[in-house]
C-alpha cells in the first residue's frame, strides 16, 4: 500500500488483474490522514476474503485523497478535463490554488476530476456500450459530507453517461460505470436542522467571519505554543485519539488556511445540503439498461450531524422498497459519526460486506 498525508493506494490483488475500484470522498474537514486506519482495515478484510477462490471480480483498487484546500504539500492540484459536463467546474489559474477556498460545489468538482484522472490511468478502459460487463466498475464510499458529494458525482456519472443534460453539448461518455455507493453517518438532507448544524448556523449568524477568527486563534496557538504542549492539548480535547488522528489534527491545525477552508466548507453545507435533490433513478428506484448504482446508507443514532427526523423521512420515503432503491441500516453498536477517529475496525468490517454484496449482485 502507498500512504501519504495527501493519498492512499492499495491494491487487494494484482494491478493488472483488478477490474474494481474502491474510490473514497471523506467528510470536513477533508484530510484522508484521517482514514488511513479504516482504509488500511478494509484492505485487509477484502483480502482476507472468506469467498473460497479468489476471482478477478472480487479484487479492488482502494483509493482516496484529501478534498480540495486541505492538501498538505506545496504542489498545486491541476484538474484534467473530462467526459464529465463542466457543472462550473472550469480549471482554476495555478497561482489561486493554493489560496483559494473550495465550497461544495468546488469539492465536487475537485473529486469528481479525481476519479476521472484515476479511472483514465488504466489502459484497459474503452468506449464500449453501457451494458457490455467489460467496463471498469467504481464503487464510492463516502462519509458524511463526502456522501452528498458521492450522490452528486452519482447523479453526474449518468447524465454524462447519457447525455441527459441539454444544456450541456454531446460528450463521450466515462470509460466506466458506478455500480455502488456506501454513505457512512450521510449529511445528504437537511443538514442545518441537525444539532451541530443548528449551533453552526447560529455562530455564523452572529459571527459572519467566524472562518477567519478560528483560522487566526490557530494561528496564534501554533506560534505560542511549543510542539509538545501543542499535542498535549489536542489529546487532551480529543480525550485521547489513536496517533494517526492525533497527527493529522495537528497538521491540520498548523496551517491557517485548512482551518478556514473546513469552516468556509461547512457553512456552504448548511446552505447547499437542502431538500432531496436527486431523481429515482439516481435513488435507484427505476430500471434501466445502465446499471442503476447500488446503494447503501449507515445512519447513526443521535448522530449530531443528522436530524433523527431527517434520517427517519430519508427512509421512509428513499429506502427499498420491492427490491429497488438503497439499503439503509441504523446503527445499533453506539458508533459516533467521526468513527475514523476509535472505531475503525467494527466500520471496516461492515463496509467490507457491502462491498462484496454490490461486487456479487
Known amino acids: 500500500c502507498q500512504a501519504d498525508q495527501n493519498t492512499f493506494r492499495c491494491y487487494t490483488g494484482s494491478p493488472v488483474e483488478t477490474n474494481t475500484t474502491v474510490f473514497f470522498i471523506s467528510g470536513n474537514p477533508g484530510l484522508i490522514g484521517y482514514y488511513h486506519s479504516f482504509l488500511s482495515l478494509l ?24 478534498l480540495g484546500g486541505f492538501e498538505v504539500h506545496d504542489d498545486e492540484y491541476s484538474p484534467s478535463k473530462s467526459a464529465y459536463g463542466s457543472h462550473n467546474c472550469d480549471n482554476q489559474d495555478d497561482s489561486n490554488q493554493r489560496t483559494r477556498l473550495y465550497g461544495l460545489e468546488d469539492q465536487i468538482c475537485f473529486v469528481q476530476e479525481k476519479l ?12 464500449q ?35 441527459l443534460n441539454p444544456s450541456q453539448p454531446i460528450r463521450p461518455r466515462p470509460a466506466f460505470d458506478i455500480v455502488g455507493g456506501i454513505m457512512l453517518f450521510p449529511t445528504v438532507l437537511d443538514i442545518a436542522v441537525s444539532p ?49 488522528a492525533l497527527d493529522t489534527t495537528v497538521t491540520f491545525l ?8 473546513a469552516l468556509h466548507m461547512a457553512a456552504d453545507e448548511m446552505r447547499t445540503i437542502t ?6 433513478d439516481v435513488w435507484g428506484l427505476a430500471t434501466a439498461c445502465e446499471p442503476i448504482t447500488k446503494l447503501f446508507f449507515y445512519f447513526g443514532r443521535n448522530d449530531h450531524w443528522v436530524a433523527e427526523q ?23 453498536e453506539g458508533l459516533p459519526h467521526a468513527f475514523c477517529l476509535k472505531d475503525n475496525d467494527i466500520m471496516a468490517r461492515k463496509v467490507a460486506g457491502m462491498i462484496r454484496e454490490i461486487g456479487n449482485s
Open 254 to 261: 498548523r496551517s491557517t488556511d485548512r482551518v478556514r477552508q
Open 310 to 332: 431527517t434520517r427517519d423521512e430519508i427512509i421512509a420515503s428513499r429506502g427499498q422498497h420491492d427490491g429497488l432503491g438503497p439499503r439503509m441500516f441504523i446503527c445499533e
Open 196 to 244: 451541530s448544524g443548528r449551533k453552526l448556523t447560529t455562530l455564523l449568524y452572529f459571527i459572519p467571519r467566524l472562518a477567519v477568527i478560528a483560522s487566526s486563534l490557530a494561528r496564534f496557538l501554533i506560534l505560542v505554543l511549543p510542539t509538545t504542549t501543542l499535542y498535549s492539548l489536542v489529546r487532551f480535547v480529543m480525550n485521547d485519539p489513536p496517533t494517526h
Open 129 to 163: 456500450g453501457l451494458c457490455t460487463a467489460q467496463r471498469r466498475k467504481v464503487i464510492l464510499i463516502g462519509h458524511s459530507a463526502g456522501a452528498y458529494i458521492a450522490m452528486e458525482i452519482v447523479r453526474r456519472h449518468r447524465e454524462a453517461g447519457l447525455n
Open 275 to 280: 431538500s432531496d435533490k436527486w431523481t429515482d
Open 43 to 66: 484492505v485487509r478484510y477484502l483480502t482476507d476474503s472468506d469467498e473460497p477462490t479468489r476471482k478477478k471480480s472480487y479484487l479492488y483498487h482502494i483509493y482516496g485523497c484529501s
Open 116 to 127: 476521472a484522472a484515476l479511472m483514465d490511468d488504466d489502459t484497459g478502459t474503452s468506449d
